[in-house]
């Protein structure tokens, strides 16, 4: 019914809900106490906080407990009754990749579920995802990215170079200006890649500007990927 993750928000108020429905022509109640899960060591690692990747990070953290609950309770009991084979033959990447053929009417398409792009390993998670696709049947693919909370930006930038011979331009960031901002540009410049910011957040002083410099996370170069677009894989 709901998923409440204790770690952002606070304990329920009630210590049941009670459901009220009808079947035929009686009335039935049925109660249903809160259940706990620990989630702590499902799904994949972050990136190290001192890594590039870690840097170019975008994540819905209450969303992705979320999206780690729902998959241990109902991913494979799900997936084994539509296709009739276990979730670990489906699954390339534990927690963030999940692929199927599905036949509509005369035709079979490919089916991948990205889960998230929280992954620990962007190369390898491209490499594992450009190996699912040529596996797909040339009718088409879809792509389910429905409650994906998000992570490391390059993962998906580099995702959309596979389904396009046009050239990617990476998510831009920019900084509200202030001197705290101006300190972690300087400080953290070494390990976060903040150098290209010291600049504009310095010159607000003088032009009043309430924004930084619309600057890319990632490189230009990493969101073009070498391994050729959907359409060169399917024919």
């Known amino acids: 019914m709901t998923t409440r993750p204790l770690a952002f928000s606070p304990l329920p108020d009630e210590d049941w809900v009670t459901v009220n429905y009808k079947a035929g022509r009686s009335t039935y109640e049925y109660r249903i ?3 706990i899960l620990h989630v702590l060591s499902a799904g994949t690692s972050a990136p190290s906080v001192r890594s590039r990747q870690a840097f170019a990070m975008g994540v819905d953290r209450e969303s992705d407990v979320v999206r780690k609950v729902n998959i241990s309770m109902y991913v494979p009991a799900i997936e084994k009754q539509r296709s009739g084979v276990s979730r670990a033959s489906l699954e390339t990447f534990p927690g963030v990749l999940l692929h199927r053929t599905i036949a509509y009417k005369s035709a079979t398409y490919g089916y991948i579920r990205i ?10 998670f491209i490499k594992g ?16 990215i429905r409650d994906n909370p998000g992570g490391v930006l ?7 170079q596979l389904f396009s011979p046009m050239t990617v331009e990476p998510a831009r960031l920019q900084f509200r200006n202030s001197q705290a901002v101006l300190r972690l540009c300087q400080n953290a410049k070494k390990f976060l890649q903040l150098q290209p910011y010291v600049a504009s957040v310095s010159r607000a002083v003088e032009s009043g500007a309430m924004f930084s410099l619309a600057l890319p996370l990632t490189s230009p170069l990493s969101a073009t990927h070498s391994g050729g677009s959907i359409r060169e894989m399917l024919c």
Do not use: C, H, K
């Not at 889960?115 to 390898?124: C, E, I, K, L």
């Not at 995802?129 to 389910?144: N, R």
């Not at 993962?155 to 959309?160: D, I, K, Q, V, W």
């Open 33 to 35: 106490r809160w259940g």
């Open 154 to 160: 390059e993962a998906g930038e580099r995702l959309l």
């Open 129 to 144: 995802f450009t190996a699912i696709l040529q596996l797909m049947p040339p009718a088409g693919v879809i792509i389910d």
């Open 115 to 124: 889960f998230s792009f929280n992954v620990p390993n962007v190369n390898a």
